[in-house]
């Protein structure tokens, strides 16, 4: 019998706390709730098997809170806290595409800007070897929405075996935006694009590369300090960084995310950059999203507004792909029952997702990849 995926265990797991709270509104019932929800977490630990769960930890802000967190460090027995930080992977698109609408307000890009006019001084962004279906070269009609969306036909990188094989073969490679551009030529990824620009949506990480490499031609600094200075330091995530390309920012101890039996640690992912390298804390995360949906990173509402025009999400990640699954500016929304979350999740065991009914902001992180 086929396992069921982790990935749905761990929204299911999110959602049934989510849910806990929303059921106890009475003070006498929220301790009790509370151990219940700890509880959970605790019997979700699970560290033999060929997909070991070795750590869970969440935390909850909004009305009523909970923060908490179980497990032990494989390696060093260390006990998992809710204050470790973690890699948030692909929640790291929802950063970057903010910075971009930020600087869309500012008016240094337009929604409807082609990327190869915008990139057309970066040397190893070729727009010719970009996109080429049916016959045609679509490089040059992909703009900076469709990149945003998801909907430039782009293959995706991350999900080429080529380019995995390369990552395994060379674990400690230090990427940058310039190799990755290069290995997708190599791998000749041009001609597995998906479909024509803003005909259908695709997920690629390979988007979310393009869209940082405008972040720093736009801003004239490196994507890592384009964010902290923007994002990170403005709204106090001083635990949040962009891993390998700038030292770690505070104290607190990382945890490291498994594929199976698998650790990461040592496995050096730069390669996942503006889509998806950011390591953070839950307290910077729930600062972020709270932040975002607060109106205190856009100076127009209608920016916000914007982000949140969601279109059918028809090929979304790790069985998300559904029709409660949609997909903005770099953010996705879930509709679930009676609820209806937007944030994003990544490949690592994650999700941050925000609830603006009930102003309630739930992240979760769990060490095991999904399958």
């Known amino acids: ?10 929204l299911a ?48 802000q909004g009305p009523d809170q909970f923060s908490g967190a179980a497990g032990r460090v494989p390696e060093t027995g260390e006990t ?9 992977a692909s929640i790291s698109k929802l950063v970057t595409a903010t910075l971009v609408l930020q600087l869309m307000e500012e008016g240094r890009l337009a929604l409807s800007d082609r990327i190869a006019d915008r990139l057309k001084g970066v040397r190893y962004v070729h727009p010719d070897r970009l996109h080429r279906f049916g016959g045609h070269d679509y490089g040059r009609s992909i703009t900076v929405e469709h990149l945003l969306r998801h909907t430039s036909g782009l293959a995706d990188y991350i999900d080429n075996d080529g380019f995995l094989a390369n990552v395994m073969a060379n674990p400690q490679q230090q990427w940058s935006a310039e190799t990755i551009m290069q290995c997708f030529e190599q791998l000749n990824l041009a001609n597995k694009a998906v479909a024509p620009p803003g005909e259908r949506m695709h997920y690629a990480d390979t988007n979310y590369v393009l869209l940082a490499i405008l972040i720093e031609q736009l801003t004239n600094k490196p994507l ?16 949040t960084y962009l891993e390998f390309y700038q030292p770690p920012r505070g104290q607190v101890p990382l945890l490291y995310p498994y594929v199976g039996e698998l650790s990461l640690r040592h496995i050096n992912t730069s390669f996942d950059w503006g889509g998806g390298g950011l390591v953070s804390t839950h307290a910077d995360l729930h600062r972020f999203i709270r932040s975002l949906f607060g109106g205190r990173l856009f100076k127009k509402p209608t920016t916000l507004t914007q982000m949140i ?34 944030g994003h999740s990544g490949s690592w065991g994650c999700v941050l997702y925000y609830d603006p009914e009930k102003d309630v902001s739930l992240s979760v992180t769990v060490n095991q990849m999904p399958e």
Do not use: C
């Open 224 to 239: 890592h300090q384009a964010l902290t200075e923007r994002l990170f330091e403005p709204l106090g995530m001083d635990n």
């Open 309 to 342: 025009d969601f279109r059918p999400e028809n090929n979304a990640r790790f069985m998300l792909g559904s029709p409660t699954s949609d997909y903005g500016l770099g953010i996705r929304r879930l509709r679930i029952g009676p609820y209806t979350l937007l």
């Open 1 to 10: 019998m086929k396992r069921p995926s982790l990935w749905l265990s761990v």
């Open 80 to 88: 998992i806290t809710d204050r470790h930080a973690f890699r948030i």
């Open 13 to 60: 797991f999110s959602l049934t706390t989510l849910g806990g709270y929303y059921l106890f509104d009475k003070q006498d019932h929220k301790t009790m709730n509370t151990l219940q929800i700890q509880n959970l977490l605790d019997k979700a630990i699970q560290p033999g098997g060929h997909h070991p769960i070795h750590y869970v930890s969440m935390e909850l």
